[in-house]
Antibody
Framework: QVQLVESGGGVVKPGRSLRLSCAAS????????IHWVRQAPGKGLEWVAV????????YYADSVKGRFIISRDNSRSMVYLQMDSLRAEDTAIYYC????????????????WGQGTMVTVSS | SYELTQPPSVSVSPGQTASITCSGD??????TSWYQKKPGQSPVLVMY???KRPSGIPERFSGSNSGNTATLTISGTQTMDEADYYC??????????FGGGTKLTVL
């Protein structure tokens, strides 16, 4: 069964760090880009970051650039989101999502989504 | 950075046709994808590359793209289609952009 499972969410104080994990199974994760997307309470979907299938490229939303780092370990079928200098506005459900483009120099739609993990930044 | 603009809300009666638009300069040169998001659930891809429907998505969902505007159309709308819908596109400069979302009400 193709699936993504996020973990690592929780409550953290402003300025602190948190690392989210995304475990992939049921497909060859090394062939696909993986995204992180978040949804703050009462707000819309916001794209956060993407890492290319081979880890060669990373892109970030302006709102997290310089604070978040996306990485992957294809040998373990894992993708991570290191979140530093967290702010209240980072409070959201964080989803990892699989890009359906196969091992290319482009992106496409997000065909598989995890169930999400909640991150709350509060003092 | 690029923006994708959607109407905040669309209302439709059951059995009628709902159209949700997404406007943005990047849509003239990039594909649009659409996602359905229901409360407490993860987003679901309902349309990709403007007009292609993923396996398992009902035929009543269709998509089109005319220049700078993409449209998701739901024919014979059912109450189960009530949800928030988001368009999404990407390009090599901004990576990924989502529209602000449209709340579809079926009443």
């Amino acid at each position: 069964q193709v699936q993504l499972v996020e973990s690592g969410g929780g409550v953290v104080k402003p300025g602190r760090s948190l690392r989210l994990s995304c475990a992939a199974s049921g497909f060859s994760v090394y062939s696909y880009g993986i995204h992180w997307v978040r949804q703050a309470p009462g707000k819309g979907l916001e794209w956060v970051a993407v890492i290319w299938y081979d880890g060669s490229q990373e892109y970030y939303a302006d709102s997290v650039k310089g604070r978040f780092i996306i990485s992957r370990d294809n040998s373990r079928s894992m993708v991570y989101l290191q979140m530093d200098s967290l702010r209240a506005e980072d409070t959201a459900i964080y989803y990892c999502a699989k890009d359906q483009a196969v091992a290319g120099n482009r992106l496409d739609a997000f065909d598989i989504w995890g169930q999400g993990t909640m991150v709350t930044v509060s003092s | 950075s690029y923006e994708l603009t959607q109407p905040p809300s669309v209302s439709v009666s059951p059995g009628q046709t709902a159209s949700i638009t997404c406007s943005g300069d990047m849509l003239a040169v990039q594909y649009t994808s659409w996602y359905q998001k229901k409360p407490g659930q993860s987003p679901v891809l309902v349309m990709y590359q403007d007009t292609k429907r993923p396996s398992g998505i009902p035929e009543r969902f269709s998509g089109s793209n005319s220049g700078n505007t993409a449209t998701l159309t739901i024919s014979g709308t059912q109450t189960m289609d009530e949800a928030d819908y988001y368009c999404q596109a990407w390009d090599s400069r901004t990576a990924v952009v989502f529209g602000g979302g449209t709340k579809l009400t079926v009443l």
